[in-house]
């Protein structure tokens, strides 16, 4: 059984900062890519960001390079999604995901936990 618990979203003004967290339970984890993607309403979910096994290799979506940047810690089964230089655009939910990072990108994602609202405000 996969749990994950996103958190660490919320309001912030334009060219602010949030950090995202999510914690994930059960097998998995500390063998599988992770990643980030995001729903705004109305829209189709969307790749952000994916991390390997080991922390080693990363892969952003071209909207959120130079922006944000993930990173894990597997002693503690959480994924971190740093967020800098918000725009209005990046307002959505966002989700942490398990699976291999070219499935992500693809935008297939077999688990997800409940989600943490952003929003920017401009």
């Known amino acids: 059984q996969v749990q994950l618990v996103e958190s660490g979203g919320g309001l912030v003004q334009a060219g602010g900062s949030l950090r995202l967290s999510c914690t994930a339970s059960?097998?998995?984890?500390?063998?599988?890519?992770m990643g980030w993607f995001r729903q705004a309403p109305g829209k189709e979910r969307e790749f952000v960001a994916a991390i390997d096994w080991s922390g080693g290799s990363t892969d952003y979506a071209d909207s959120v390079k130079g922006r944000f940047t993930i990173s894990r810690d597997n002693a503690k089964n959480t994924v971190y999604l740093q967020m800098n230089s918000l725009k209005p655009e990046d307002t959505a939910v966002y989700y942490c995901?398990?699976?291999?990072?070219?499935?992500?990108?693809?935008?297939?994602?077999?688990?997800w936990g409940q989600g943490t609202q952003v929003t920017v405000s401009s």
């Open positions: 059960g097998r998995l984890l500390s063998r599988s890519s």
């Open positions: 995901t398990p699976g291999s990072i070219a499935t992500m990108k693809s935008g297939r994602y077999d688990y």
